[in-house]
């Protein structure tokens, strides 16, 4: 009976994924840069997401009507792109056309976005700023310290979890490697300074007006002498 509600609800969850909705993850988004483009972000674990599921499955089958693409990216297998479209809030949902990016801030019905892409109501709305543009190299950075930090928190689970390893011990050799690499980035950036402005041309420039200082002493003592000796 248990078995057979199980297999009725993920035949319901089959018939209800739209053969349209296009999955994007960190090695394929950039197809987003050419031509239109509804996207959601979402995560298996959130509920809000879940309730969106049915309307945007149902709004991916209208997409070759509209000649747009329906998309949609798992921000716990792409981390990456989590980072890069600064995505704070799940289910978040972008419209792209033509490399431009907006966030859809409107309801989350199937009927509204069809009429956000029919009627291009997307006009209203400002598109996402030259310096936090997914595609920019400064986003790719972000995009990287995210991957970073869910493969640390990755490897922080497995090492609690299978290898049975205090969840303290974990965070030691964490804080430890953070430390090390703090100090040895600290070394580079001095050995860097260094050789931007050396400092030995520094101190050579400080000994030679220490001399100079020297020679006008000696210089005052020999005209004491002369005087002396005039005298
Ligand atoms: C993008 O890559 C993901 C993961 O490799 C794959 O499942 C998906 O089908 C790809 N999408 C496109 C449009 O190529």
Request: charged share 25%.
């Amino acid at each position: 009976m248990r078995s057979s509600i199980l297999l009725l609800v993920a035949l319901c969850g089959l018939a209800a994924a739209s053969k349209n909705l296009v999955k994007l993850s960190e090695d394929n988004w950039t197809q987003l840069l050419k031509g239109e483009w509804m996207l959601e972000f979402h995560a298996p674990w959130c509920p809000a997401c879940k309730d969106l599921q049915k309307a945007w499955n149902s709004f991916a089958d209208f997409a070759p009507d509209l000649k747009i693409q329906v998309a949609e990216v798992d921000v716990t297998k792409n981390p990456g792109l989590s980072g890069r479209f600064l995505v704070t809030a799940l289910p978040t949902i972008y419209h792209v056309r033509d490399g431009v990016f907006r966030v859809y801030a409107g309801s989350r019905d199937k009927n509204d976005f069809i009429s956000f892409v029919e009627d291009r109501r997307w006009r209203t709305i400002d598109a996402v700023p030259d310096y936090k543009h997914p595609n920019s190299a400064q986003m790719g950075v972000v995009a990287v310290f995210f991957k970073l930090s869910m493969a640390v928190r990755d490897l922080h689970n497995k090492l609690v979890e299978e290898k049975g390893i205090p969840s303290w011990a974990s965070y030691s050799i964490f804080a430890g490697i953070t430390l090390l690499l703090g100090c040895v980035l600290g070394f580079l950036i001095v050995l860097v300074i260094d050789q931007v402005f050396p400092t030995g041309s520094l101190s050579t420039a400080t000994k030679k007006s220490e001399k100079k200082g020297e020679k006008k002493e000696d210089k005052k003592k020999e005209e004491k002498s002369e005087t002396k000796k005039t005298k």
